[in-house]
């Protein structure tokens, strides 16, 4: 069983043509509220790409419509809600501009997010088949508290260091990689997160290798490039991804971490795993918005 503990979050999204620099105002000519928040996300790509019933989500929304809606969505998508608990603040809420080549940028309010706690998992049976999935965007010493639950039953862990953080002491990025099995990291958080350890990282093999030495898994995703796996023993291996046009990006990575678990979930080997998760977050490019083109498992192909 998959449990995803994490954010929720409204997407506003408006589509320029250039995201605009600091102190420039720029057009657009609409915008969509859709559905987001890293947690949500990758709990609706797990779901999407699992069978029926292997994914629950824990998270907090506010007491008002978005939260409700939010709710609603993951329960339509096969998510489990019962773990997500109603707070007296707003649904955090995600400010997002879209550029024409699908590049984004995003602010992130964090409302509700900010006030889950551990406590929220305790209706959750946890034991040696869990797979946790956490990320940056709700409180860290909750979700490190959870990931040491999870590794006491046995389970595995898996943690997206996204986004990731300006400032985070190198002691709690030491604690966080001490319990995770798998670490997903984009480029650039491979670098940050090496750098901030005391690693020299030119590039992100480097960083992804130096980090894999700590005794987890360090997958780096690299867009166009595929992903890469880097393992303590020294071991790596590297999926393509296959060429696309996106429309936008956002929620690719969201994606590649929800399918990654729903595989291992299956007991796949990685390579596999790893697979079904490019190819996904490449589909997912596809559309506008974090979830309207998250594939379903037909999509990724599960034969
Ligand atoms: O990864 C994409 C997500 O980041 C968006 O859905 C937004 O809510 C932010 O959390």
């Known amino acids: ?10 997407d506003l999204v408006a589509r320029v043509a250039a995201i605009p620099r600091p102190g420039e105002t720029v057009l657009s000519p609409s915008y969509q509220i859709v559905f987001g928040g890293k947690g949500a996300n990758q709990a609706i790509a797990a779901a999407r790409a699992s069978l029926p019933h292997r994914v629950a989500m824990a998270a907090r929304v506010g007491d008002d419509s978005f939260g409700r809606s939010a709710r609603d969505n993951l329960v339509r998508n096969g998510v489990a809600a019962d773990l997500v608990a109603t707070g007296s603040e707003p649904t955090g809420c995600a400010f997002i501009t879209v550029d024409e080549h699908g590049e984004n940028a995003i602010t992130v309010a964090s409302g509700a997010n ?14 040696a088949s869990t797979i946790a999935v956490l990320q940056m965007e709700v409180p860290f010493s909750a979700s490190l508290n959870v990931a040491r639950q999870v590794r006491e039953s046995g389970g595995r862990v898996i943690w997206n260091f996204a986004p990731a953080p300006p400032t985070f002491p190198a002691q709690d990025l030491s604690d966080l990689i001490d319990e995770t099995d798998i670490f997903v990291v984009n480029e650039h958080e491979a670098i ?5 350890l005391g690693g020299t990282a ?15 898994i360090c997958v780096v995703t690299a867009g ?7 393992h303590p023993d020294g071991q790596r291996e590297r999926v393509e991804a296959k060429p696309i046009q996106p429309v936008d990006t956002t ?3 969201d994606t590649f971490v929800g ?8 007991a796949l080997p990685l390579a596999t795993a790893l697979e079904r998760a490019c190819h996904g977050a490449s589909l997912t490019c596809l559309a506008h918005g974090a979830q309207a083109g998250m594939p379903t498992r037909d999509q990724i192909g599960t034969a």
């Open 1 to 10: 069983m998959i449990l995803v503990f994490g954010s929720v979050n409204i």
């Open 114 to 127: 900010t006030s889950l706690t551990e406590d929220q998992i305790r209706g959750f049976r946890i034991d």
């Open 192 to 196: 940050t997160a090496s750098e901030r």
């Open 202 to 216: 030119g590039n992100f093999e480097e960083a992804g290798a130096f980090l894999s030495e700590r005794g987890c």
């Open 224 to 230: 166009a490039r595929g992903a890469f796996a880097f």
């Open 251 to 253: 929620g690719a990575g």
């Open 259 to 266: 399918i990654l678990a729903s595989a291992l979930d299956e």
